[in-house]
């Protein structure tokens, strides 16, 4: 059974920083194309920032042009773990931040930004940004 976990939301001032994490079980991240949406109240579910491996030793990143320069997707393989540090937060960032995974059998190069394009979901987790 697949599971995402997230955690490390909360409140934070504008120009604050938080680092999120996502845990996954049932499946191994490395193989497949991983990604950080959010959604706030009354918007759709948006792309944030997606990671993606060509092999056991090339990693390719993709960013939202909101969060570009502010945002890093990074991961720990041991830990089956993808993280989003999040620097220079602004009240527009607040939502609530999902962790999705998208599963590969082959690296293609593509990128995916729809949230109908990824098959598993963590529960996500809160973050808000106060002015």
């Known amino acids: 059974q697949v599971q995402l976990v997230e955690s490390g939301g909360g409140l934070v001032q504008d120009g604050g920083s938080l680092r999120l994490s996502c845990v996954a079980s049932?499946?191994?991240?490395?193989?497949?194309?991983v990604a950080w949406f959010r959604q706030a109240p009354g918007k759709e579910r948006e792309f944030v920032a997606a990671t993606t491996w060509a092999d056991r030793s090339t990693v390719y990143t993709n960013y939202a042009d909101s969060v570009k320069g502010r945002f890093t997707m990074s991961s720990d393989f041991a830990k089956n773990t993808v993280y989003l540090q999040m620097n220079s937060l602004k009240p527009e960032d607040t939502a609530v931040y999902y962790c999705?995974?998208?599963?590969?059998?082959?690296?293609?190069?593509?990128?995916?930004?729809?949230?109908?394009?990824?098959?598993?979901w963590g529960q996500g987790t809160q973050v808000t940004v106060s002015s």
């Open positions: 049932g499946l191994t991240f490395r193989e497949n194309h």
């Open positions: 999705a995974q998208r599963e590969m059998t082959a690296y293609t190069g593509a990128w995916f930004f729809k949230p109908s394009q990824y098959d598993y």
